[in-house]
């Protein structure tokens, strides 16, 4: 993946006067997940931003508050692109991705982000943009290629993670289907349903005409 390099300050006030204030400056909350597992109670000291979210069975998940610029995450948004996000949080620097954003549902502008924090060793689940490549052998015989699913969800170490899937469909015959199942990727562990259709190669009215001329 590319990185996308973002600047956030923590955010300590996290009441819905402040957050409603945060949003007429052109500021957009932000909630990085995916911090260390503690024991709770936790006695440890807590940066700027860092709260504990109870998480059961005596534990607890170390979260940080923060926000950023709408202009700044722009180009991260508003785009089918997935990138590696380099965070800067007054000089510390750490590595996230993006899990979900909120839109306000009459505006349409940003409300609220969601990030997860990654490193080099565990693997995280995230959607990928399918690319289709090749020229199947259903469309030379007069078919029509057709994309389902646009996104697969992949697991991997996310330095591992592709910017995008790419599916050769060559071999593709008129009237035949792709499935995840029938993907394998070198490093990649595809978890959407396996008889999920990714791509087929669907009849057409002349495709069915030519057949039928041709078993006469």
């Not at 948004?77 to 899990?99: C, S, W």
Request: proline content about 4%.
């Amino acid at each position: 993946m590319e990185q996308f390099k973002l600047a956030a300050q923590p955010r300590t006030d996290l009441g819905k006067k402040a957050t409603k204030a945060l949003r007429q400056k052109g500021l957009v909350p932000v909630v990085l997940n995916g911090g260390a597992i503690v024991e709770l109670p936790y006695t440890g000291t807590l940066k700027a931003g860092e709260k504990v979210v109870e998480i059961g069975n005596g534990k607890g998940l170390i979260t940080t508050d923060l926000v950023v610029t709408n202009e700044a995450v722009r180009k991260l948004v508003y785009t089918p692109d997935i990138f590696a996000i380099e965070l800067d949080i007054n000089g510390e620097k750490r590595m996230a991705v993006l899990k979900d954003l909120q839109f306000d549902p009459v505006k349409d502008s940003l409300l609220h982000m969601d990030l997860l924090e990654v490193n080099e060793t565990k693997p995280i689940v995230m959607e990928v943009p399918v690319k289709l490549e090749g020229h199947a052998a259903g469309v030379k015989a007069g078919g029509k290629l057709s994309l389902s699913m646009k996104k697969l969800k992949v697991r991997a170490i996310y330095t591992a993670i592709p910017e995008r899937l790419v599916i050769n469909v060559d071999d593709l015959g008129l009237g035949k289907s792709l499935a995840v199942g029938d993907i394998h990727i070198e490093g990649l562990e595809l978890v959407n349903a396996k008889n999920a259709v990714v791509c087929a190669v669907q009849l057409t009215r002349a495709a069915r005409g030519a057949a039928a001329a041709a078993a006469k």
